[in-house]
Each structure stands twice: as structure tokens, then as C-alpha cells.
């Protein structure tokens, strides 16, 4: 899994006059927050300078400024050796986070309740479908990705100015974890609280919307917790505890 670098969207040198002159670490940093954001990063993966900068077709230094910026936003954490990997997290931590998501991206559902038109309902129905399409097929890393979108697709519908940093923020740190809630043997995923909240905005029902996408959140959270109560797949925690969360 250590392979699935940030690799994600550029791969070699020919990338590089994809970086506008005076932009490289901004574009650099959306390209390492995305990666995280997707799970396309994982908890414990250390972060190789060189291999980022030629697999993003940029010079270090750039990829070295980005890599700060997350490490002062608690994304990544600086090693005494002083380089950079994906944090894993104590049950505690990860636990108020999910705490935390269904407070703040409840609100941003709802909000989006409000703004409901038939162009949201198709995109989000399109999304799905994908979704549910990568959950047949087992493809693990299309199943993260294509449910960030469905997700940040649904909260930017919303309109809202201050929740959408804040969620950003969210996702950047519990993120990287989102790969071991689709291991646990008795919670598979599937996409039926997404299909509750298509059905609470095609009935024009905001706070049915918040319901589904709140449950949607918490079974996130109990699948990613019971896998990672199993050892083979302890990876993205730090503590043998289980904290209550349900």
C-alpha cells in the first residue's frame, strides 16, 4: 500500500508545465491535499521529497514548502529525522474527529437542502451510481474517491462560506483512514445512506438530508473502528483502546 504515493494524478516530468510559474507549491499542496482527502494516502506512509517532486514534475523545493503547510495543519507530522509522514491517530482522536464531521457536515448538508435543483439531483444520482459501481467491483481507491465527490459535491451545493474550510480541514486529517473502513469482514459499505439523502432532497426534506447524511458518517466511523479492532488491520491508530462513540 506504501506504492499508492501521491502519485495519484501526475507521473512524470511532463506534468511540469502543468505548474504555472510563481503557483508550483499551491498547485503542489491541492494535489497532496486531494491525495489525502481520497485516502489515497495512507496512516504511516512516509512522505519521499524526491519522489513526490518527480512524480509531480516540480524541483523539491516546492514540494518542501507544501509538505509544511500540512504539517503546521496537523495533515502530516515532521519525524525527529526530520522527514514528513501521514500521522496515525489515537482511537480518542479519530473519534472526536467523526464526532465532529457530523456536526459540521450535517450543517452543510442541510444547507444544500435549500438549494436543491434538478442539475444537483442528476450529478448526485450520476456519483452514485459510480459509487455503487466501484463497491461491486471492490476498487477500493475509486470507492474513496468517487465518495469524497459525492460528498463535497452535495456541501458545496450548500453555498456556505464558513463550513466548507472547516470540513476541508476535517477530511484532510481523517482522510487517510477512510481505506481501512472498507476492511471490516462484518460492516461491508454500500451507498443506501446515499440514497436516503437523494430521496430527502428529491422530497425537498433538509432535515431528512442532515439524518441520512449523519448516519452516513457514524457508519464510517463503527465500520473503520471494527476493522481496526482487528490486528491485521491496526494500521491507521495508535492506541489498543476502543473510545465510545455510539
Known amino acids: 500500500m506504501s506504492k499508492r504515493t501521491t502519485s495519484s494524478k501526475g507521473s512524470s516530468g511532463t506534468n511540469r508545465a502543468k505548474f504555472p510559474r510563481g503557483k508550483l507549491q499551491d498547485q503542489v499542496l491541492d494535489q497532496l491535499s486531494k491525495g489525502l482527502m481520497v485516502g489515497a494516502l495512507i496512516p504511516g506512509q512516509v512522505?519521499?521529497?524526491?519522489?513526490?517532486?518527480?512524480?509531480?514534475?516540480?524541483?523539491?523545493?516546492?514540494?518542501?514548502?507544501?509538505?509544511?503547510?500540512?504539517?503546521?495543519?496537523?495533515?502530516?507530522?515532521?519525524?525527529?529525522?526530520?522527514?514528513?509522514?501521514?500521522?496515525?491517530?489515537?482511537?480518542?482522536?479519530?473519534?472526536?474527529?467523526?464526532?465532529?464531521?457530523?456536526?459540521?457536515?450535517?450543517?452543510?448538508?442541510?444547507?444544500?437542502?435549500?438549494f436543491v435543483t434538478p442539475d444537483l439531483i442528476k450529478r448526485l444520482e450520476k456519483i452514485n451510481g459510480d459509487l455503487i459501481e466501484a463497491i461491486a467491483k471492490r476498487d477500493i481507491l475509486t470507492c474513496l474517491a468517487t465518495n469524497q465527490k459525492f460528498h463535497f459535491t452535495l456541501y458545496q451545493a450548500g453555498q456556505t462560506e464558513v463550513l466548507m474550510p472547516l470540513i476541508e480541514s476535517l477530511w484532510l486529517q481523517c482522510g487517510p483512514t477512510m481505506y481501512f473502513s472498507l476492511l471490516s469482514p462484518?460492516?461491508?459499505?454500500?451507498?443506501?445512506?446515499?440514497?436516503?439523502?437523494?430521496?430527502?432532497?428529491?422530497?425537498?426534506?433538509?432535515?431528512?438530508?442532515?439524518?441520512?447524511?449523519?448516519?452516513?458518517?457514524?457508519?464510517?466511523?463503527?465500520?473503520?473502528?471494527?476493522?481496526?479492532?482487528?490486528?491485521?488491520?491496526?494500521?491507521?491508530?495508535?492506541?489498543?483502546q476502543m473510545d465510545a462513540y455510539f
Open 186 to 240: 462484518s460492516m461491508p459499505w454500500d451507498a443506501s445512506a446515499h440514497t436516503e439523502i437523494l430521496a430527502a432532497l428529491r422530497a425537498g426534506k433538509a432535515n431528512l438530508v442532515q439524518r441520512a447524511l449523519a448516519r452516513d458518517v457514524r457508519t464510517t466511523a463503527r465500520n473503520l473502528l471494527n476493522g481496526a479492532s482487528d490486528r491485521r488491520l491496526s494500521g491507521p491508530l495508535t492506541a489498543p
Open 47 to 114: 512522505m519521499s521529497l524526491r519522489k513526490l517532486a518527480s512524480s509531480l514534475g516540480t524541483s523539491p523545493m516546492p514540494v518542501r514548502g507544501a509538505l509544511s503547510q500540512l504539517v503546521a495543519a496537523g495533515a502530516l507530522e515532521e519525524l525527529p529525522n526530520r522527514s514528513v509522514r501521514v500521522p496515525r491517530l489515537s482511537r480518542r482522536r479519530l473519534t472526536e474527529l467523526f464526532q465532529v464531521r457530523e456536526v459540521i457536515e450535517g450543517m452543510a448538508a442541510r444547507a444544500a437542502g435549500g
